[in-house]
């Protein structure tokens, strides 16, 4: 039994390899749980250089969190411990990603395919990510009742100009070039490659010197050109419309650029949760100026707000379940979403806070 992860160590690297093909490598409760102490143990252990971390299955990197489970934990009516699977669930990913953020040696990750939402988390996180042409990069969260999570408040402002706020509101889905663009990807390489990358890593001199100089000489041997971002090429246009600090007046500026490209973006917004697309960019301009510990805290707090609500139940309906892509929010309307209910979502949970250390 593998719970969901694979790990080997293969000379001087560790490696661990996603392995829920069928859920696109989703991430859930038991994988975080086995992930956590081995990666641990590796950071502890001097004979360990580096990490590598792929998904099985060819399809997919990390499809994001299993957030269908932590939606059905919460329906109606609801058990006794209906919160008590997502506290455990957020509490383990974000850990997980607090020790990748913080880790010390170089943690490689081989995106392959589908990318989004928790996939970021196991991946950005790290030094080093090898995105291929499969790539589909995303943040889909403001379509499902929630917000961009796993650190996207800290790492999508650090996105060029306004591109990071345009993601996280519309879900949008990014190529290996738009990766590339981004600086979510540090080095593009052919997915036929990628067994040959790992075993270059692995049959590396890793000597007594910085092992980061090895892990950037052996993926230099590899990197190639991802081609041309349609993403950069609406920088402008993106760095205009999403600058401003209100929904309503992204959506009037979208409106009066007039261009295709704008259209379909309100468009989009408008098929969004109101109350996930103010709390996202409330959280947005928020990560601007905290670093990544302090928004840590800041997301969790989102997390268990969020998912608490009924639209994340019906988010999960429409998109995951049903699949007939049509949710009725409550509110309806950016317009009947308060400042006080954004107020709210941002509250702290009495008696449960999320504090990591970085020992």
Known sequence: MSDGVRTEMRGAVGVVTLDRPKALNALNLEMCRRLLPQLQAWRADPAVKAVVVRGAGGRAFCAGGDVRAVA???AEPRPADAERLSREFFRAEYTLNHLIHHFGKPYISLVDGVCMGGGLGLSLHG???VVTEKLVLAMPETGIGLFPDVGGGWFLPRFP???????????ARCSAADAMWLGYGTHFVESARLETVLEALVGAE???????AVVEQVLKGFHADAGTSVLATQHVAMDRCFAAERVEDIQQALEAEGTAWAQETWATLVRMCPTSLKVTLRQLRMGRT??????????????QSMTARADFREGIRAVLVDKDHKPRWHPGTLGDVSEADVEACFASPA????VLSRS
């Not at 008696?351 to 999320?354: M, P, T, V």
């Open 127 to 129: 030094a080093y990510r």
């Open 206 to 212: 890793w000597g007594e010197g910085l092992a980061s």
């Open 351 to 354: 008696g449960d806070e999320l």
């Open 161 to 171: 100009g306004e591109s990071g706020t345009y993601l996280g509101l519309t879900g």
């Open 290 to 303: 905290r670093d990544y510990d302090e928004m840590l805290s800041v997301e969790y707090r989102l997390s």
């Open 72 to 74: 059905a934990s919460m």
